[in-house]
């Protein structure tokens, strides 16, 4: 740790699916002084998204806001004697979330032509209107006689990331197409945008670049412009604005602007950490190192895991969400992989489950407006819970229910978003615990397949750590993930493990630490509690895991 006896405070900026969350915490303990949370205003009102179309855009105004409102909340809490004493900002997001943007890196949706365009703004994550252009890429990369630049990427280049979406963008939106200089991921505009760096001075992130956009050093940074040609004369035009270098999330971006400063209740001049993905922040947040494997779980997973750069070159890992140096722990490979829907997966059975509330109940006479209020909001607040008691008692032995998890296609093992869930065993006496229990298996069983794939492509898992919404509130989910697994998961006691990661990499840009081991091992969070796996269930488990197995190879080949 640094020499001084008060390191000051630092602050961890989380940007996730549906909000803004700001975490300041004490740099010599980890403690936290204040959190606050800001949903984004339009995303929250369903703007510029289309469900049925698998179209998700945030407007960069969001982001904006959100940070202002969260930052007013961590004011209030904190006051002006803990935020004068920030010393360092680190900020995450969600990725791959590209958008287009002007020579100056300003966000195309921020003027005023392309103000309530959704092809201008932040393409989110989740957004797979990409599936026709990732196909194209990675025929391309397969047959153009050059290099496989999906190699280090799993071998399967997915609609969920920067050359795809861009690919979408510029061949759908001829306006847009022209008006783009370039296209920045939301970790990188962030820092940029607190800074007030130029354009041709970002820092891009190493982990954005290499795991979504196939940056390697082995190809002199990203993909060529003879490959990328043969695509999109656009795509072409958009590499040489990229540069060639990317910066691990530990390293200094810039200072913040004496503009931002104001705005945030922040002093001027102090250090902006480069960006980087949620995910990859969090898993720093719960403890990362070689063996363990970090599950970020929350509408999807992410599972993380790092290991030391050998002597002999990387060892390819296929199917999964790309392998790049520094992009979890500096110096080490850090290794991603994940399934695109997860507890997304049970707010949608949810949804289905309240079908009648949004379509029956305004039409009922007999109820006066204050009662359809109270009987909606009574049922919503209360269902997940009745769920979850009474799928806690069904034998999944018996139900005889099987479900796949590909409600949002599959991110790994072996990406394919057009494949879909399915659900088998249904009769006249299946209930809706029943369903319920075999959703959540599900996602239990495509966790296991990742596990499977790691081991077998030679990275060894000695533990495993789960953060996220899921894993604290949700005891049934995890006690099922663990029998799955057949292994004890340590569940990380903080609401905002992936804001306090970013906290710790604020403190090594600040110069509070020399390396992120130091900032793990003075700010980690404890562990809440284990769950412990069920010998019996795992067992059980075992049987219906091969028949998961059996059920998704026919899905994929006979209707993927």
Known sequence: MNTQQDPGFVLGI?????????????????????????????????LYCAPSENRFRQHPADYIESLETAMEGVFEKA?????????????????????????????????????EDPDAMFILWKDHTATEEAAEINRLAKGWGGEDYTKYEGGIYSSEWFWAKAFHIVSKNPKVAKSAYSFMEHCDWMPALLTGTAYDEIKRSRTAAGHKAMWHEDFGGYPSVDFLSRLSPTLAKIRPTLGARTWTSDQRFGSLSKEWASKLHLEAGIAVAVGSIDAHIGAVGAGAKPGVLVKVMGTSTCDMIVAPKGKTGERLVAGICGQVDGSIVPSMLGYEAGQSAFGDVYAWFKKLLSWPLEAVLPGLRYLDEAAKAAVARGVDESIMTVLEREAEKVNPSSSGVLALDWLNGRRTPDANQLLTGAITGLSLGTTAPMIYRALIEATAYGTKAIVDRFEREGIAIGKIVAIGGVARKSRLVMQIVADVLGAPIDIIGSDQTVALGAAMFAAVAASIYPTVGAA???IAPPVEKTIVPNPAMAAAYAALYEKYKRLGAFVEAELG
């Open 79 to 115: 006051g002006a004697g803990v935020l004068g004493k920030v010393r360092g900002i680190a900020i995450d997001t969600t990725g791959s979330t590209p958008c287009a943007v002007t020579r100056t890196g300003k966000p195309l949706a921020l003027l005023e032509q392309f103000g």
């Open 14 to 46: 989380d940007y996730g699916t549906d909000s803004c969350r700001a975490v300041v915490i004490d740099a010599a303990n980890g403690a936290e002084i204040a959190q606050q949370v800001a949903p984004y205003p339009r995303w929250s009102k369903g």
């Open 520 to 522: 793990q091992a003075a």
